[in-house]
Structure formats: C-alpha cells, structure tokens
C-alpha cells in the first residue's frame, strides 16, 4: 500500500474512532487532560507469518520503520512507502537497542557471536540502502553498554563498564551537513546519571537516588531533559542540569515525542514467568494528561516508537508477533 493511501485509511479510521469509540477495542480514558487527545484504531502493517516480530523503531525521516524478531535476532526494514520489507541481517542481538542514524540512512547495532560458550559483542553499522556493513570495534567478551549516535551521526559512544569510548562513524560530514541534532551523551554508573555534550568536554554527573541503577535513559529531541527507570523502581523525567526531578509512576522504555513534550511508555505485569498484560500509555513530561492508549482485551502492546510527526505510534503486539501503527491526534 502506498505511503499516501495509509495514511488516509488511517485518518479515516481515526475519525472512525473519535465518533464512535464504543465500536473500537481502544481506550480513550484520560486522565486530568488540558488538551484534546484522539486515538485511533490500530492498523497492521507487518504481520507474523511464520515470524515473530517486535520491538519497531522509526525512522527519522519517517520513511522506514525497523523491528527485531525473537529473542532480538535480526533487523529488518519495512519502506512505508512502497510497502517492501528487507531483512538487512540476521546477525544474533542486532536487535536489541539499535538506533537509526540521523540522515535515516544507517542502523547501528550491539551484535553478538557465540564460539562454543562463549558470547563475544561487537559495534556495527548497517546501510540500509546499499546493504553495506561496517564494524566500528573488534568482537570483545564484554560490552555491557549500547552504542549510541553522537556529534550529528559522525560519532558513536559506548559506555563498556569502565570507561566512555569514542568512536568515528566514518559517515562524511557533506551526508550529515542538513541534519540538525542536539542528542546529548548520557550514561549511568555507580548511582549517578552523566550528561554532556560531547565527549572532549567534562561531564555534569547527578545522582537522583543513591544506591539505585538506572537503564533505558534517553535524552528529549530538544535536549533538555532525560528519562529514565529506576531498576525495581518508577520511571522519572529531570531536566538534563539534574534539577527538577518528576516521579511518573510505574513505566518501562519510555520513548519521547518529537516535540520533546510528552513521553510514550509501556506499563506491564508478569506472573514471574511470563507477561499478563502490557499497555501503551502517554504522560506530559511534567506528570500530568496521563493517557491511556491501548487495551485490547488479551493483547500484550508493547514497545512504543513516535513516527518524526508525532501523530502515530508503532508498537508489537507480543502474543502474535505483529507490529501495528495506532494514529494519535493530539490538539
């Protein structure tokens, strides 16, 4: 289906949905809302088919949407407009954590190997036009971190345990010269979160709870503020100077919106074994305007990604192994 078309269907759908939400499997509850919010009905775009998907990650440009499969194995590559799905490696936890380049012209990745049993991690960048490969560090038995897009796109950061390491993407400064980013460097370690601009600079170091780590921090399209959860604990928004701390409750792999003004997450529960629910939701960055976005009986929906627009979120479903686009209108 082209781009165009999709996009109308789903307007329509969404339209669909706000007059007549009783007929659609999505709620609209909201809570303490100072802006009008529409979700719509959610639209399939890749099935299982034998697979299993998750984990979709969008474009910048909003042309790609990329996903994993099981247990983090592979990426692969739909073309929003075209509709063309590619497998562009099958390599073992490519999957997980990877991010797209800020040009949206390359995915970089933590892979894995295993000799015997021994699991040996390396950095990759993945062309996704070309189908190039490049690895950005030999294959190490220990790299706890994810790599991370720096400086525009020309650098990549990895945080190995002990130290910060630099690395150059090898991607020329012409191909990146339009793209604007102010993506700032932030890791964790030993209680305290640090921030900073570039990796030739001294970095601010915070410590918003002692004796706590921290994991899936991300820092606001405009660089202003940073989420980040707790480990056994809530998940929290400070601005990127330590101040201003907010408590947003329970939530897990918050994600920000492009207008750094609202963060999409996910709230789960498990038996110990295995999940029993999971939902999308939406919160202000102040705490405030919680949404929730799904809750679709029997359905786990996980995993949210904001399209470069803002008015869709991507997400799987974990039962089926499906990834969905949910439009979401906000006023």
Request: net charge neutral; no cysteine; proline share 4%.
């Amino acid at each position: 289906m082209k781009k165009k078309n999709l996009y109308i269907l789903i307007a329509a759908l969404m339209i669909k949905g706000v007059v007549s939400s009783a007929q659609t499997n999505i709620s609209q509850q909201q809570v303490g809302i100072s802006e009008q919010v529409a979700v719509g009905i959610p639209e399939k775009i890749v099935s299982a088919d034998g697979q299993y998907y998750m984990s979709p990650v969008w474009s910048p440009d909003g042309k790609y949407v990329a996903y994993t499969g099981s247990n983090y194995k592979g990426i692969w590559v739909k073309d929003l407009t075209t509709g063309k799905i590619e497998q562009i490696t099958s390599e073992d936890a490519a999957g997980f954590g990877f991010e797209w380049s800020p040009d949206s012209k390359v995915i970089l990745s933590r892979v894995a190997k295993y000799e015997g049993m021994k699991r040996y991690n390396a950095v990759k960048l993945f062309f996704v036009e070309t189908r190039e490969e490049k690895l950005l560090t030999d294959y190490r038995t220990f790299m706890p971190g994810l790599p991370h897009w720096a400086s525009n796109g020309k650098k990549v950061y990895l945080y190995d345990g002990k130290k910060l390491n630099v690395l150059e993407s090898g991607i020329s400064a012409a191909a990146l010269k339009k793209i604007s980013a102010r993506q700032k460097i932030v890791y964790s370690k030993n209680s305290e979160i640090y921030i900073g601009e570039s990796a030739a600079q001294n970095f601010n170091s915070f410590k918003p709870f002692s004796d706590k780590e921290y994991l899936n921090i991300t820092t606001s399209p405009d660089g202003l503020k940073i989420a980040f959860e707790v480990y056994g604990g809530n998940l929290y928004v400070m601005n990127s100077d330590g101040s201003g701390l907010v408590d947003l409750g329970k939530g897990y792999r918050p994600k920000w919106s492009p207008d750094s003004k609202r963060i999409a997450y996910m709230i789960t529960e498990d038996d110990g074994d295995n999940y029993t629910s999971s939902d999308l939701y939406m919160v202000k960055a102040d705490g405030t305007d919680k949404i929730q976005l799904t809750k679709t009986e029997g359905a786990l929906e996980m995993n949210p990604s904001w399209s470069p627009d803002g008015k869709f979120i991507a997400y799987n479903e974990m039962n089926e192994g499906s990834i969905y686009l949910l439009p979401v209108n906000i006023q």
